[in-house]
């Protein structure tokens, strides 16, 4: 019963910027690790960035420098900030966590349904 929700996503032109975010909803006891994935038309779903419970980020390769990942614990919400998008940025963008549950103290692994980032050239 826990949900997350993605919004932010849109079409912008090559070199712009957008700021994605996730909000987590439901009964939780506690998120600890948060992340953002992509999958791009007949590409397989690759990781592009994530944080920790305790705030330690990765990145892929090929968004490093560009995008950062940060989270709001208070707000349950994870952000995505991506600046200087390239086309090959186009993609949908999915947000994950994985959640302790406030019904059972089970540990779940949430994935939200998208938001579709365009970078046209």
């Known amino acids: 019963q826990v949900q997350l929700v993605e919004s932010g996503g849109g079409l912008v032109q090559a070199g712009w910027s957008l700021r994605l975010s996730c909000a987590a909803s439901?009964?939780?006891?506690?998120?600890?690790?948060m992340g953002w994935y992509r999958q791009a038309p007949g590409k397989q779903r690759e990781l592009v960035a994530r944080?920790?419970?305790?705030?330690?980020?990765n990145y892929a390769d090929s968004v490093k420098g560009r995008f950062t990942i940060s989270r709001d614990n208070a707000k349950k919400t994870v952000y995505l900030e991506m600046n200087n998008l390239k086309p090959e940025d186009t993609a949908v963008y999915y947000c994950?966590?994985?959640?302790?549950?406030?019904?059972?103290?089970?540990?779940?692994?949430?994935w939200g349904q998208g938001t579709l980032v365009t970078v046209s050239s």
């Open positions: 994950n966590a994985d959640v302790v549950s406030g019904v059972d103290l089970g540990y779940l692994e949430v």
């Open positions: 439901g009964t939780i006891f506690s998120i600890n690790a």
């Open positions: 944080i920790t419970g305790g705030g330690s980020t």
